[in-house]
């Protein structure tokens, strides 16, 4: 359980030398207990004192890395339960699998299908982040090879599923790119000497709590410190269960036997796959293997994950000024919408469909969407009226008519007042933009300069 202020305070000195910048001890342990000071400051503390409360401030959820570099993977390390608390820090880890014992070819396609698992949304990349290599050949030097083929073609950090022996090839081989070493339950020991002596990660690998609480302890007392856990559960909703379990352990209890990120073969048969993953990415699932390569698969999943792996505090964004779309030319549309990144991508895309050079208005909303920007007062008649005095557009444009969003139809007046611009309301939704783009008139933009 997290420590209160009164629990720090008496293993503090009780001095009130203020030492640590707090006037009083108390009032530093009420900064402690808030997470916003660590025992370090204070330098007459015991080292039971330092102990203890170094433990305590320590993540409730360990970090745990994969890979290096540019793409190394970090599961774990979360703070909370629920993301309107915080934030999620990092999302759940996808990684596809590929068996050992395909022939070249087939092994190389299936590589290239999955270095292919790359989209564009809301101006981010969001892919697939590992390759989980499946030993199935039974032959370490196969296996070896080919987790060295497999690294150098996709440059992404390896889930190495495979017994000791292979195992062990694979990591002479690929070691340093530090891969998740994931032995099955009957090579635990030997897969976490393994670990101990690289200093890799393991994943482990038992039936629920109950088989997860002893398998941790063995693969701690064989030395392995970067553990994974797999609970092997059978269907989704036991999936779920257990992560939920894992990470309610971790957070609420600060059970420090079983808090660590968690782990879940989805392939190999099992089943409902995609509905086990689109929940362990609401649910906790840190790591998910899948067997799948398909685009039409692993996108909405990406996509899912993108949504939820954000700052509730932070919307996405874009800078807000004026956005070409096409080769706009002076009796060009001009359109005004939020600079919430969704709505941005949404409605340029729908511009774009409508085959229209148009020039898009974006407005400084603080990344809401229009209907949340207008209720909190920051898309309204008079910021949009300054912006249209003060961005610059007048000088694009021969015309003075503005394309407003049909969500916020009421603010035409207030703009046309005090703009002196013409305001067409558009569309509510803008889906419909395209037809609606394509029945304006030229002379709906007619030059009114000069
Ligand atoms: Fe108390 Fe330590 Fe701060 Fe001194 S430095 S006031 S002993 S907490």
Redesign the pocket.
């Known amino acids: 359980m997290a420590l209160t202020a009164l629990d720090i305070y008496k293993l ?9 910048g ?1 006037p ?2 108390l009032a ?2 009420m900064r402690m207990a808030a997470g916003k000071a660590t025992v370090d ?5 015991s080292g039971e004192a330092k102990a203890t409360l170094g433990a305590a401030a320590s993540p409730p959820l360990p970090k745990v890395l994969i890979g290096a570099g540019e793409r190394e993977v970090v599961l774990g390390d979360e703070t909370v339960l629920f993301r309107h608390e915080k934030t999620f820090c990092h999302p759940s880890a996808v990684a596809i699998s590929v068996r050992d014992d395909l022939p070249d070819a087939d092994f190389a396609a299936r590589i290239e299908a999955i270095r292919g698992l790359a989209f564009e949304r809301v101006g981010q990349r969001i892919s697939v982040d590992l390759v989980a290599l499946r030993c199935v050949s039974g032959d370490a030097g196969k296996y070896a090879r080919r987790a060295g083929a497999a690294f150098e073609a996709t440059g992404l950090p390896l889930v190495l599923l495979a017994p000791a022996g292979p195992l062990a090839a694979a990591a002479d081989a690929v070691g340093a790119s530090r891969p998740l070493l994931s032995p099955p339950p009957e090579d635990l020991e030997a897969g976490a000497r393994l670990a101990a002596a690289r200093k890799l990660p393991l994943r482990v690998r038992a039936r629920g709590m109950g088989g997860l609480a002893p398998a941790l302890a063995t693969a701690r007392e064989a030395g392995a410190a970067s553990l994974v856990a797999d609970p092997a559960p059978e269907c989704a909703r036991e999936a779920v269960a257990d992560a939920t379990t894992l990470r309610r352990l971790a957070i609420l209890a600060r059970n420090r036997d079983l808090a660590y990120p968690s782990a879940f073969d989805l392939g190999n048969g099992f089943p409902d796959p995609f509905l086990a993953a689109a929940l362990l990415i609401a649910k906790y699932g840190s790591l998910l293997v899948m067997d799948t390569a398909d685009p039409a698969d692993l996108l909405p999943l990406l996509t899912l994950r993108q949504n939820l792996f954000t700052d509730p505090q932070r919307p996405i964004q874009v800078e807000p000024g004026i956005y070409p779309i096409g080769a706009p030319g002076e009796s060009s549309p001009v359109l005004i919408t939020t600079n919430f990144s969704l709505t941005y991508f949404t409605v340029r895309g729908d511009v774009e469909a409508a085959r229209t050079p148009a020039l898009l208005l974006i407005s400084d909303c603080d990344g809401m969407s229009v209907l949340t920007a207008w209720a909190a007062g920051k898309f309204t008649g008079e910021s949009i009226a300054r912006q249209l005095a003060e961005c610059g557009i007048a000088d694009r444009v021969a015309h003075r008519t503005l394309i407003l969003p049909g969500m916020v139809a009421r603010l035409s007046g207030r703009i046309e007042e005090l703009s002196k611009w013409r305001v067409l309301v558009g569309p509510q939704e803008s889906s419909a933009l395209p037809s609606y783009l394509r029945r304006l008139t030229a002379a709906a933009f007619a030059p009114s300069r000069g």
């Open positions: 503090l000195p009780k001095t009130n030398c203020k030492e640590c707090f009083t001890c530093f342990a400051l204070c330098p007459h503390a």
